[in-house]
């Protein structure tokens, strides 16, 4: 209760600022009455057998922040916190994604990094999705949340968890250096910026990664955009047909991702559900863990690169390749076919 208590006074502070500009598929509802959708909650979680079609419609059609209210309010109803009951009445995969959904944004990507690194073995895939493709606000987000949720830093967990290069890169990136846009091109910069990584790269026997990791994680965004173009007059490659002949494994991956991401955030994650849902069945936790956490911050963007890139809609492909519950879940969260 204190938990939840804590963050109903944050909500305000939370969505103020210069925040980029988001398209989501999940929105608040009007008319929102939290102590009646909690008690549907409550009634759905006592049924027997578990009424998951009325879950799904609440927690999949209400914000973050309506969310953390039904919590509240169903914490004073049940006497127990919602997010222990729905463990105990759901399970599997949609039981992933309603957890989720009991997550703000930041919470749920402080918790995937988490589950990412814990035990034996690290999930480099899901390492570098996450860092290598949020932004520098989300990530500055993430690293305040992990602290607050596991008592622990980031870095520290990051830097124990990985190794060489690879480790370099996502350090840098967590520890957020990235100069913000601004609204004065400077021509020399780039033109500096492309050299260096052609001389550090293509030109030379051997990487330089130090310097293509201080530029790919320092420079703004859109200064990097002109810097790839500029690349292509100094190279005969361009910027991502150098990172394939440089480097290879998890760095290369890493590289790939974040020029993927400063081009076209969206196309990269379509991209990445695509090749989840490739064959027969489905990458489950990609696409939770994608459509969880994108639903409302750029979730119908994403949607629109999907259907540009594979000619059939986000929504077809999931209805082809999840089923039962799941499968419901996602769909609605989706919001819709194109």
């Not at 690194?117 to 949340?145: F, H, N, P």
């Not at 967590?174 to 550090?200: F, G, M, T």
């Not at 196309?267 to 994108?294: P, Q, W």
């Not at 949607?303 to 879940?329: C, M, P, W």
Request: charged share 30%; aromatic share 8%; proline share 2%.
């Amino acid at each position: 209760m204190a938990l939840v208590a804590e963050y109903l006074k944050q909500l305000t502070l939370t969505h103020t600022g210069g925040k980029e500009p988001t398209f989501p598929t999940v929105r608040p509802i009007r008319d929102f009455d939290p102590s009646r959708d909690a008690a549907r909650i409550d009634t759905a979680i006592k049924t027997k057998g578990v009424d998951e079609q009325t879950i799904i419609d609440i927690l999949t059609r209400r914000s973050c922040d309506q969310r953390t209210y039904i919590a509240f309010e169903y914490e004073k109803i049940a006497k127990k916190d919602m997010t222990t009951a729905l463990k105990g009445a759901l399970s599997g995969s949609v039981e992933a994604v309603m957890l989720g959904l009991m997550k703000t944004p930041a919470q749920y990507d402080a918790s995937e990094l988490k589950g990412s690194m814990k035990g034996l073995g690290t999930d480099e895939e899901t390492l570098i999705e996450i860092v290598c493709s949020r932004s520098t606000q989300e990530l500055a987000e993430i690293k305040k949340v992990y602290r607050e949720m596991f008592k622990k830093e980031l870095e520290k967990d990051v830097a124990g968890d990985t190794s060489g290069d690879f480790a370099k890169l996502l350090m840098a990136l967590v520890q957020i250096k990235r100069d913000e846009p601004s609204n004065v091109v400077d021509y020399e910069q780039i033109d500096h910026d492309a050299r260096a990584l052609y001389e550090a790269g293509v030109k030379r026997k051997g990487t330089d990664v130090v310097t293509w990791i201080a530029i790919m994680s320092e420079r703004s965004v859109p200064h990097l955009q002109k810097v790839f173009d500029r690349y292509t007059s100094y190279s005969p490659y361009d910027i991502k047909e150098s990172i394939r002949k440089e480097v290879k494994g998890d760095l290369e991956k890493s590289f790939l991702t974040l020029v993927e991401c400063f081009e076209n955030r969206q196309l990269y994650f379509a991209s990445r559900l695509s090749e989840a849902m490739k064959g027969k069945g489905a990458k489950d936790k990609v696409v939770t863990r994608i459509i969880v956490s994108r639903c409302e911050v750029d979730l119908m963007k994403i949607r629109s690169e999907f259907k540009k890139q594979n000619g059939i809609s986000l929504y077809h492909t999931v209805s082809d390749h999840t089923k039962g519950d799941y499968q419901k879940a996602l769909l609605s969260l989706i919001g819709g076919d194109d």
